[in-house]
């Protein structure tokens, strides 16, 4: 597709059951990043996956969240054990590369092109 | 503290009115600058970027950046009601780590 893709759009859940939260990153792009954004919150940085580096999972809340890339292709984010302050919507941005520190220019290279998110309700 | 602190409004505006939406920062690290629009029920989508002080003009929205006093300002001129949407801003200066605003709620009425 053109875009990056989320699946599924809505999910509810019981507490305590774990959730499965899937992203297609655009096509070529090695960047990819997990957001959760709570009611009326900002964008709250879960990890980040660069080509076939070590993901950086600084901002995993807990030891429930986890999260795999495949290469640079499809990405799910997996919540065990779920809570009700889970209740967020979780976002997925791709990127086609970051320049780094040394680039003194951003470029159109380092846009974040999010998905549409998965709202996920725990009851 | 909150790295980036955005007024989360809401904000309600007549059409053709000037807007103005703001946030501050604390990391005098932060090198690259941007405001993202998000409509209900959507993913953000990257509107402007900057990487210096000044103003960046693109159609009727102008960024606006001013790091001595860490301030960035993102104006919209002759607001339509399709600019009613929530707005972010974002920035950052490690190569992986972009800090977003809570992000205002701006409604412009017909």
């Known amino acids: 597709g053109a875009g990056v893709s989320q699946s599924p759009s809505n999910k509810v859940t019981e507490k305590g059951k774990d959730v499965e939260l899937r992203c297609d990153p655009i096509?070529?792009?090695?960047?990819l990043y997990w957001y959760r954004q709570r009611l009326g919150q900002g964008l709250e940085f879960l990890i980040y996956?660069?080509?076939?580096?070590?993901?950086?999972k600084s901002g995993l809340p807990s030891d429930r969240f986890s999260a795999e890339r495949t290469g640079e292709s499809v990405s799910t984010l997996t919540i065990q054990r779920t809570q009700q302050e889970d209740s967020a919507v979780y976002l997925c941005?791709?990127?086609?590369?970051?320049?780094?520190?040394?680039?003194?220019?951003?470029?159109?290279?380092?846009?974040?092109?999010f998905g549409s998110g998965t709202q996920l309700s725990v009851l | 503290q909150k790295e980036v602190e955005q007024d989360p409004g809401p904000l309600s505006v007549p059409e053709g009115a000037i807007v103005s939406l703001n946030c501050t920062y604390s990391?005098?690290?932060?090198?690259?600058f941007m405001w993202y629009r998000q409509y209900s029920r959507k993913g953000p989508e990257l509107l402007m970027y900057?990487?210096?002080?000044g103003n960046k003009e693109d159609g009727r929205f102008t960024a606006q950046v001013d790091k001595s006093s860490k301030y960035i300002s993102l104006f919209i001129r002759d607001s339509q009601p399709s600019d009613s949407a929530t707005y972010l801003c974002?920035?950052?200066?490690?190569?992986?780590?972009?800090?977003f605003g809570s992000g205002t709620k701006l409604n412009v009425k017909p």
């Open positions: 941005a791709s990127s086609p590369r970051l320049g780094g520190d040394s680039n003194p220019r951003p470029t159109t290279n380092e846009k974040l092109f």
């Open positions: 096509s070529g792009h090695t960047a």
């Open positions: 996956f660069q080509g076939n580096s070590a993901p950086d």
């Open positions: 990391n005098s690290a932060f090198q690259y």
């Open positions: 900057t990487y210096s002080s």
């Open positions: 974002a920035m950052r200066y490690n190569f992986n780590k972009f800090y």
